[in-house]
């Protein structure tokens, strides 16, 4: 299956921005979705793990969220700062394999 | 806090076998699936699979045939081994802990790989 995100997205700084990730068929209705946050030249982070948990150190302005309605996973990001400037990655998974989404380009400028 | 390093040749000519070994610290692979995941410098992220401790494989459909995933509970390691390489294998390879409902809470810093001759 496959996981759609938007290719880039910009705010400005202490807006608020969400992040789509849209599944094929229903599988973020069945199955946990994680977000991973990835700054340039680093190895990705994890900011939300399954659906809407947040790891230990990952500031509140962080919120996952699913809509099993539309099939979609959501990443919001409230109060932006300059340092939330990264790629963002979606990943689920179903019996046979574990997938990402192709990354979404977050600007805040 | 476990910590993962990736571990191998930085060029692999074409139609070689890719192989990297990725050392556990601050914790066992005894208690966790070591994964592999790659990316394409400048595109995204693609799961190439995990190995449990007893030796269970899960890889990438896409990529079944090519990968073999191998785990050293001796040396606290694991490792891959990708087949028949090709200029479309270049990329990050990553080594990370997969936990709970299939995610990745701890990753190596990732090691580039070239496939030239």
């Known amino acids: 299956f496959m996981l759609t995100q938007p290719h880039s997205v910009s705010e400005s700084p202490g807006k608020t921005v969400t992040i789509s990730c849209t599944g094929s068929?229903?599988?973020?209705?069945?199955?946990?979705v994680q977000w991973y946050q990835q700054r340039p030249g680093s190895a990705p982070t994890t900011v939300i793990y399954?659906?809407?948990?947040?790891p230990s150190g990952v500031p509140d302005r962080f919120s996952g969220s699913i809509d099993r309605s539309s099939n979609s996973a959501s990443l919001t990001i409230s109060g932006l700062k300059t340092e939330d400037e990264a790629d963002y990655y979606c990943?689920?998974?179903?019996?046979?394999?574990?997938?990402f989404g192709g990354g979404t380009r977050l600007t805040v400028l | 806090q476990v910590q993962l390093q990736e571990s191998g040749p930085g060029q692999v000519k074409p139609s070689e076998t890719l192989s990297l070994t990725c050392s556990v610290s601050?914790?066992?692979?005894?208690?966790?699936?070591g994964s592999w995941i790659r990316q394409v410098p400048g595109k995204g992220l693609e799961f190439i699979g995990y190995?449990?401790?007893?030796?269970?494989?899960h890889p990438n459909p896409s990529l079944k045939g090519r990968v073999t995933i191998l785990v050293d509970t001796s040396k606290n390691q694991f490792s891959l081994q990708l087949s028949s390489v090709t200029a479309a294998d270049t990329a990050i390879y990553y080594c990370?802990?997969?936990?709970?409902?299939?995610?990745?809470?701890?990753w190596g810093q990732g090691i580039l790989v070239t496939v030239s001759s």
């Open positions: 990370a802990r997969r936990v709970g409902a299939n995610w990745f809470d701890t």
């Open positions: 601050g914790g066992s692979i005894s208690s966790f699936y």
């Open positions: 190995i449990s401790y007893i030796g269970t494989t």
């Open positions: 068929s229903g599988y973020i209705a069945s199955n946990y």
């Open positions: 399954e659906d809407n948990q947040r």
């Open positions: 990943q689920s998974y179903d019996s046979n394999n574990v997938v």
